[in-house]
Every structure is written in C-alpha cells, then in structure tokens.
T-cell receptor, first 113, second 113 residues
Framework: SAVISQKPSRDICQRGTSLTIQCQVD?????MFWYRQQPGQSLTLIAT?????????ESGFVIDKFPISRPNLTFSTLTVSNMSPEDSSIYLCSVGASSYEQYFGPGTRLTVT | GDSVTQMEGPVTLSEEAFLTINCTYT??????LFWYVQYPGEGLQLLLK?????DKGSNKGFEATYRKETTSFHLEKGSVQVSDSAVYFCALSLNTGFQKLVFGTGTRLLVSP
C-alpha cells in the first residue's frame, strides 16, 4: 500500500481566510481523492483529482470554494477558501489502488473560529 | 442511488465478547465491499475487503462475507480486545473506472476490560 502524508496535520484559522492542504504520496498514482469528515460524521467525497485534467467535483462542492491542484502523479493540494465555522472538519486525501480500494492519509484537522 | 447502511452505535462490549456490526448496501451494479477502521485521532485504515459474491475478507481476526442475496457485508470478530475500540466504516466501490467509494455512517465500538 502507498504511504501518504498530509500537511498541516491540524490548523486553527480565522473565518474569511483560506488554507491549502498538501497531500504527498510515496509512489506514482493516477487517482487521488479528497474527502471531508465533519465532526462525528462519515466521509463525504469532495472531488477526484487526476493528473493532467481538471478535478471532478461531487454535488454540493464547487471549485471556487475548494480549488484543487494536481501537478504530478505524487502530489495534490486542496484549498478551503473563504472559510466559515461550518468548514471545521477533518480533510483527508486518498489514493486509488488496483482492487478498487483506497488508501488514506492521516487527515488535516481544521478548526475555523 | 448507491448507499451503505450500518447499524447505529456505539456498540459497547466487554473484552473477549463476540462482535457483529451489520452492514447492508444498495447498488446498481456489482460492487466491491470494504471495511475501514479509524482509531482515535488517526486516519482511515483498510481492514478487509471482498470483491465478489461469497468472498470472505479477513484480517486481524475480523471477518466479513459478501452476501449478494441479502446485500450484506456484516463485520464479525470472535473475541474483541480493548485495542479494537475504534470507529468502523463499511463502504462500497462500483468497480468502474471512476473508483468512487460510498461510505456508511460509521459504527463506534467501545471495548472495556
């Protein structure tokens, strides 16, 4: 399985600001995914990020709020823009593997005040 | 649409008790099924998987059998330990190129000595 790291591991941000979360993988992968896990909730897919193409966003998530970059096969960023307290969540990146499973990073715990 | 339903938690057990966490799914095709585990303060780890009907996934003493006739993938363990305390997520993937994972709401397991 791939080893995935995320930065930062946690942050406390002021409302109206933006935070960029980085996801680094130790091997080249085609598919990367970004999820949100709100407090006490399950995971919700924000978007799929494939290298060389625009990210594909799920219903309820838009590029202006959650811009994503995927400059190469080992790296992606998710920006949470113009934050509000409702954006307080854990944000996780994952990578697709050969048998349709995904492997997850440790997550970024975001608190917006 | 495709969905996963898990039993409500928390599930509270004493050490060495038998564990069952129910999971049923709705899918238009023939999904792969997964159990993920999230230990306190950590990201998600893949626990086990099954990719076709009647397959049994197993890992760390946990088992789950893919039952197409009942659209179920219940998680079982014969003797739980305190270290098994975590949140368990059932998930499916539709085995398409998009590789999207759909998660259940999660079930918290608390094991006491």
């Amino acid at each position: 399985s791939a080893v995935i790291s995320q930065k930062p591991s946690r942050d406390i941000c002021q409302r109206g600001t933006s935070l960029t979360i980085q996801c680094q993988v130790d091997s080249q992968v085609t598919m990367m995914f970004w999820y949100r896990q709100q407090p006490g909730q399950s995971l919700t897919l924000i978007a799929t990020a494939n290298q060389g193409s625009e990210a594909t966003y799920e219903s309820g998530f838009v590029i202006d709020k959650f811009p994503i970059s995927r400059p190469n096969l080992t790296f992606s960023t998710l920006t949470v823009s113009n934050m509000s307290p409702e954006d307080s969540s854990i944000y996780l990146c994952s990578v697709g593997a050969s048998s349709y499973e995904q492997y997850f990073g440790p997550g970024t715990r975001l608190t917006v005040t | 649409g495709d969905s996963v339903t898990q039993m409500e938690g928390p599930v509270t057990l004493s050490e060495e008790a038998f564990l069952t966490i129910n999971c049923t799914y709705t899918a238009t095709g023939y999904p792969s099924l997964f159990w993920y585990v999230q230990y306190p303060g950590e990201g998600l780890q893949l626990l086990l998987k099954a990719t076709k009907a009647d397959d049994k996934g197993s890992n760390k003493g946990f088992e789950a059998t893919y039952r197409k006739e009942t659209t179920s993938f219940h998680l079982e363990k014969g003797s739980v330990q305190v270290s098994d305390s975590a949140v368990y997520f059932c998930a499916l993937s539709l085995n398409t190129g998009f590789q999207k994972l759909v998660f259940g709401t999660g079930t918290r397991l608390l094991v006491s000595p």
